[in-house]
């Protein structure tokens, strides 16, 4: 069976490859020669993530899953949220963002925040959709130099260090986008 993952990116594409039942013949957006960029332009992470499936569907006819992901924080009403990669602007900078963020959060008490990745599968013309969340608090510098995006300035919850500061196997262990790839492919080897 081929299924699409509704991305460019090699890395994350061989790390879900690798825990997909064998049946599964996965392709990544390449493969299926979608060079262009698909637009986000829903106002939901869930809405993002539909959109990049449907898109794969309608103008590929494959079944296709794609995700979205992002930091909300409570102080900010649940910004940067959908928001995320561009919340300092749409060159997508994490430095920036980051910097952003603290600005915001600067003299707050409540720094509580989560991540959330969204998975939209379109099986078969079913859809379905795969939540994780993984609950933290936004730290007031920055710790640690792996991950990306927000990951030096998440803590999560019962953890006493940032995503930063984690291997990757201890932050897929607990992280949203581990929690919702797991529902994912525990569906599939149904």
Not at 39 to 61: H, P, S
Not at 62 to 89: I, K, M, Q, W
Not at 139 to 164: C, H, I, R
Request: with cysteine.
């Amino acid at each position: 069976m081929n299924l699409v993952f509704a991305t460019h990116n090699k890395n994350k594409l061989a790390e879900v490859k690798a825990l997909l039942p064998k049946h599964i013949n996965l392709l990544s957006l390449d493969d299926i020669g979608c060079t262009e960029d698909i637009a986000e332009t829903a106002d939901t992470i869930d809405g993002n993530a539909i959109l990049k499936a449907e898109y794969v569907r309608r103008r590929y006819g494959y079944d296709c899953f794609a995700d979205d992901t992002g930091l909300e924080v409570e102080a900010l009403a649940g910004a940067p949220g959908v928001y995320s990669a561009r919340f300092a602007g749409d060159d997508k900078n994490d430095e920036a963002n980051i910097e952003k963020l603290l600005k915001h959060l600067k003299g707050k008490d409540n720094r509580k925040a989560q991540f959330k990745t969204v998975i939209a599968l379109n099986l078969k013309e079913n859809e379905n959709l795969f939540t994780g969340i993984c609950k933290g608090e936004i730290l007031e510098e920055k710790q640690g130099e792996k991950g990306f995006g927000y990951d030096p300035v998440f803590k999560p919850e019962g953890k006493d260090k940032s995503f930063a500061e984690m291997n990757m196997s201890e932050k897929t262990e607990i992280s949203h986008r581990g929690n919702a790839f797991r529902q994912l492919i525990s569906y599939l080897a149904e």
